[in-house]
């Protein structure tokens, strides 16, 4: 909104939130809101922070919203006073990733962001394209998104979901006088993207337990899924069902950590 420098209408904020979300799980392995997710007819939604754009405050405290937003006659808007700035509750890699996803969908209509966006993500179609489906809201738990978004098997997303934030903060690290900067396992020289290769080529966890014993079993499953999705060479954000020529980028460095915020 701040961006825009002026009200937003519900469903446009709706959406831009979710792909906000939805970028930050792919590059980030964590997202920004943690709110319920739901499939609707009308594409993915951030459950809860549909309901209080829509002005349904539940009996529990609104927290941050309210002290942010106002609603007034033409949509939504940051109140007064309200800057980027104050936002403490942000990390520096959700910042960036709002700001990316401003630029490549703010000036998107209402219409474009429902129906060239949305019907064309892969967890909308697999969620509300289905013949058992019984209602107009289907949710959808992050382990599902990540599996279709970061493209992991059932065990990976389970542990993206309940452990990778404390893993990925305690396990990995990047120092340039290490390995010039390459994420490593802490406490050691054993770059992320050296268990990836070998994980890939056939050897086991415990394999890798025996080799490196300074290392858990945590580390390695963390520093796995941070080389799965940073990878040395990764695509700009474009379209989300697109393929775009890969573009190489430095390796980004661990997530700075920080408590979700409720926007």
């Known amino acids: 909104m701040h961006e825009a420098n002026r009200a937003i209408g519900q469903l446009r904020?709706?959406?831009?939130?979710?792909?906000?979300?939805?970028?930050?799980?792919?590059?980030?392995?964590?997202?920004i809101v943690e709110d319920e997710t739901h499939a609707r007819e009308k594409g993915m939604v951030l459950s809860r922070t549909w309901d209080l754009a829509q002005g349904r405050h539940s009996a529990q405290?609104?927290?941050?919203?309210?002290?942010?937003?106002?609603?007034?006659?033409?949509?939504?808007?940051?109140?007064?006073?309200?800057?980027?700035g104050s936002l403490d509750s942000l990390s520096d890699d959700d910042l960036e990733v709002i700001q990316?996803?401003?630029?490549?969908y703010g000036a998107m209509?209402?219409?474009?962001?429902?129906?060239?966006?949305?019907?064309?993500?892969?967890?909308?179609?697999?969620?509300?394209?289905?013949?058992?489906?019984?209602?107009?809201?289907?949710?959808?738990?992050?382990?599902?998104?990540?599996?279709?978004?970061?493209?992991?098997?059932?065990?990976?997303?389970?542990?993206?979901?309940?452990e990778y934030r404390a893993a990925q903060h305690r396990?990995?690290?990047?120092?340039?006088?290490?390995?010039?900067?390459?994420?490593?396992?802490?406490?050691?020289?054993?770059?992320?993207?050296?268990?990836?290769?070998?994980?890939?080529?056939?050897?086991?966890?415990?394999?890798?337990?025996k080799d490196y014993p300074r290392t858990s079993r945590a580390a390695l499953l963390a520093a796995k899924m941070y080389a799965k999705v940073h990878p040395l060479e990764t695509h700009p954000l474009g379209r989300p069902w697109e393929a775009p020529a890969s573009q190489a980028h430095p390796?980004?460095?661990?997530?700075k950590s920080g408590p979700a915020p409720s926007l």
């Open 251 to 255: 390796v980004q460095a661990p997530r």
């Open 61 to 84: 405290s609104t927290g941050d919203w309210d002290a942010h937003i106002v609603q007034t006659a033409r949509g939504l808007n940051v109140r007064k006073g309200v800057s980027v």
């Open 171 to 209: 396990w990995i690290t990047s120092d340039p006088e290490i390995l010039g900067g390459t994420p490593v396992v802490v406490g050691t020289r054993v770059s992320v993207y050296a268990i990836r290769g070998r994980l890939a080529g056939g050897d086991k966890l415990d394999d890798l337990l």
């Open 100 to 104: 990316r996803v401003w630029e490549d």
């Open 13 to 31: 904020l709706a959406k831009l939130m979710y792909l906000a979300e939805r970028e930050a799980i792919r590059r980030f392995l964590l997202p």
């Open 109 to 162: 209509k209402q219409d474009d962001l429902v129906h060239e966006v949305h019907h064309k993500l892969p967890e909308w179609t697999d969620h509300w394209n289905t013949p058992d489906r019984k209602s107009g809201s289907v949710r959808v738990s992050y382990a599902k998104l990540y599996q279709t978004i970061c493209g992991v098997d059932e065990t990976e997303a389970r542990f993206l979901t309940e």
